[in-house]
């Protein structure tokens, strides 16, 4: 099992699939034939179509040889006309039937193996999905998302096709090569072993083709993925984008990655087009060699035109399936790549989760407390960006937290929920380690909103009522009145039906951050986290708000993370953070009277102008 921390090469790396050992190859194997046989009556009844099929083929060359051998004994006893015509009656009507009810039976058969393949892609697909939204945070610092959709679809694709183009084709391979093979050596083993002489020649040169196709497949497939974050990055940045006038840019990176993967595309025309021709010669060439001797035994008497042309038959009937060994290799490889990939991420574990013995969390007073709290972010080699941090909240109280850029303030705050778990010390709700309540009923208590305000392209009242789809719509509008956005919403023309544009583009950043606010509000958390919510809000704006969220921190803790200190002087504490460490603690007027970092950077925002790298001492 991997964990989190090594997310990025389970799931990145080829290479990483292909050294694995022959064991797990083989369990990566059988897993997903477990996965089919979790469907055992589409199974059972495309592996029953599948045999019927193949006997139906078969016995096509045989009624063919016995309809020529009855026209040469009608020839032969001189019948003509209507006679000669009943006599090829038989042979024509069961010809017609074998080749309907073969077809009929292959429709099935391929009905039944894709509907097993579909399942399968869609159990995977829900399980991937799942694992996803419960993975914990490091794990997705570490994983590009691009690379996350790529295996949501090719590789979900892969392991889709294992049983139609592996377990399936292999069947039907192996009974029509090996009764087929059987047929015509026993009927004559030297026509038998010359018709059959193409077979190891064309069975190997595509499985060689298929296979150096699959390498350049598994190459092409990472330069797509490229490609496919080149453009995803490209139209989430749009607006960097042309703000710096980096179209001609852009274009270059966009073309080299396109160039690249066009490079590959002629490689596989180059390694496909040979080898094609290669087998069709090697066909042709035995095809030519049963006849030139099949005719001398005709005309010595050894066999039959209608054995003959059974041969004839049964080469044509073989020369696709035989071709399709390099596919089934191809299918097979593929197959294993995908789903080693897919189980790579299946079985990573999830290291934020319930304990064994998790219990719902019990609010009573309401405390949040922090006690001796140090962090590191997960593989980056233990560099502490929280040191000892100490501090406790009541019900009711604001918590102010300041510091400069990168000090570790939204870190702070992202421990509470348990985005990330503490690397030493406890915190605790109301006397509970929040390590031991169960994760659900811990994110009902705690809610955050975010620096960055994510918005789902949806209505206005679907984001808003995102924590609590089934809230009354007095709600929604009392929620998004203390966001001071209530007005602007009805002044537009669907109101709070109007749909936001991907990832809210639609609104302003302002606009963005009070509906995340107004998100917020709907819900009835313990305590609530401002993390520098409202950067993007005009001062007037955000006294309204402000006197909003002091009616709403009443009955809960709320932790304020802001640049702008004026706003922050009615908190009950403010925590100046520097470097990890709490530096400076108290209310605005104690600290103000320390004359410490806090006092300087108050001074500092009073009197703009003055060189901040000094308050902030050199941070970025
Ligand atoms: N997911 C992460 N993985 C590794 N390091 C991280 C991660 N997120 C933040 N950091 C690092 O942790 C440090 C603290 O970051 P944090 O976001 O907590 O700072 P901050 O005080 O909130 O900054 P700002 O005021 O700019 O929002 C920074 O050095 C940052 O580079």
């Known amino acids: 099992m991997g964990s989190d921390a090594v997310g990025t090469t389970s799931l990145k790396s080829s290479a990483h699939v292909?050294?694995?050992?022959?064991?797990?190859?083989?369990?990566?194997?059988?897993?997903?034939?477990?996965?089919?046989?979790?469907?055992?009556?589409?199974?059972?009844?495309?592996?029953?179509?599948?045999i019927i099929a193949v006997i139906l083929q078969l016995l096509i060359p045989r009624l063919l040889g016995w309809a020529v051998d009855q026209t040469q004994v009608a020839i032969g006893s001189g019948v003509t006309g209507t006679a000669a015509e009943q006599a090829l009656w038989t042979p024509a009507l069961l010809l017609l039937a074998a080749s309907t009810l073969r077809g009929l039976f292959t429709m099935a058969q391929n009905y039944f193996a894709e509907a097993v393949g579909h399942h399968v892609a869609y159990?995977?697909?829900?399980?991937?999905?799942?694992?996803?939204?419960?993975?914990?945070?490091?794990?997705?610092?570490?994983?590009?998302?691009?690379?996350?959709?790529?295996?949501g679809i090719l590789d979900l694709d892969g392991v889709?096709?294992?049983?139609?183009?592996?377990?399936?084709?292999?069947?039907?391979?192996?009974?029509?090569?090996?009764?087929?093979?059987?047929?015509?050596i026993s009927t004559d083993s030297v026509l038998g072993l010359i018709a059959l002489s193409f077979v190891p020649f064309v069975a190997w040169r595509s499985s060689v083709t298929q296979l150096k196709l699959r390498v350049i497949w598994l190459d092409l497939q990472e330069r797509l993925s490229v490609l496919g974050r080149v453009m995803e990055e490209n139209l989430a940045g749009i607006r960097v984008v042309r703000a710096f006038s980096a179209q001609a840019y852009e274009m270059v990176k966009f073309d080299r990655a396109s160039k690249n993967a066009l490079k590959l595309a002629h490689e596989q025309v180059d390694v496909y087009v040979p080898n094609t021709s290669a087998m069709t010669l090697a066909f042709f060439f035995a095809m030519g060699l049963v006849l030139w001797i099949g005719c001398n035994k005709v005309i010595a008497g050894q066999i039959s035109l209608g054995t003959l042309t059974m041969f004839l038959a049964f080469m044509t009937i073989l020369q696709m399936p035989v071709r399709q060994i390099g596919l089934m290799v191809n299918g097979f490889a593929r197959a294993y790549t995908c789903g080693s990939r897919l189980f790579g991420l299946l079985d990573q574990d999830i290291t934020i989760r319930d304990a064994s013995t998790a219990r719902p969390l019990e609010i009573g007073e309401g405390t949040l407390r922090f006690d001796n709290v140090s962090f590191a972010y997960p593989g980056t080699g233990n560099r502490a960006i929280l040191k000892n941090i100490t501090f406790s909240a009541r019900r009711g109280e604001t918590i102010a937290i300041v510091g400069p850029p990168g000090s570790g303030k939204s870190t702070m705050a992202h421990l509470i929920p348990r985005f990330y778990d503490v690397t030493g010390g406890t915190i605790m709700l109301d006397g509970q380690d929040i390590r031991g309540?169960?994760?659900?009923?811990?994110?009902?208590?705690?809610?955050?909103?975010?620096?960055?305000?994510?918005?789902?392209?949806?209505?206005?009242?679907?984001?808003?009522?995102y924590g609590d789809p089934w809230a009354k719509e007095q709600r929604i509008e009392r929620a998004s009145e203390s966001a001071q956005l209530h007005n602007y919403i009805l002044g537009l023309p669907a109101g709070y039906k109007t749909v936001v544009g991907e990832r809210g583009a639609s609104l302003s950043g302002g606009q963005r951050q009070r509906l995340t606010m107004a998100r917020t509000m709907m819900l009835r958390p313990s305590i609530v986290i401002f993390d520098d919510s409202m950067a993007a809000i005009d001062?007037?704006?955000?006294?309204?708000?402000?006197?909003?969220?002091?009616?709403?921190?009443?009955?809960?803790?709320?932790?304020?993370?802001?640049?702008?200190?004026?706003?922050?002087?009615?908190?009950?504490?403010?925590?100046?953070v520097d470097n990890g460490e709490i530096v400076e603690r108290g209310t605005h007027q104690e600290l103000l009277a320390k004359r410490g970092r806090y006092k300087a950077l108050y001074d500092l925002q009073l009197r703009p102008g003055d060189d901040i790298a000094t308050t902030f001492g050199g941070a970025p």
């Open 437 to 465: 309540v169960t994760l659900a009923t811990l994110r009902q208590a705690v809610a955050v909103v975010q620096q960055d305000a994510f918005l789902f392209t949806t209505t206005i009242e679907n984001n808003i009522a």
């Open 123 to 151: 159990e995977l697909r829900l399980a991937c999905y799942d694992k996803v939204q419960r993975l914990s945070f490091s794990f997705h610092d570490r994983v590009h998302s691009g690379d996350l959709i790529t295996l």
């Open 539 to 576: 001062a007037a704006t955000e006294q309204r708000i402000r006197a909003a969220i002091r009616r709403f921190a009443k009955d809960r803790v709320t932790i304020i993370i802001a640049h702008r200190l004026s706003s922050l002087k009615h908190a009950d504490r403010i925590l100046f």
């Open 18 to 50: 292909k050294a694995a050992g022959w064991g797990r190859g083989l369990s990566t194997l059988l897993r997903m034939t477990r996965m089919n046989l979790r469907h055992p009556w589409q199974v059972a009844l495309a592996i029953g179509s599948t």
């Open 160 to 184: 889709r096709m294992y049983f139609s183009t592996v377990l399936v084709r292999l069947l039907l391979l192996t009974m029509l090569i090996g009764i087929g093979a059987y047929m015509m």
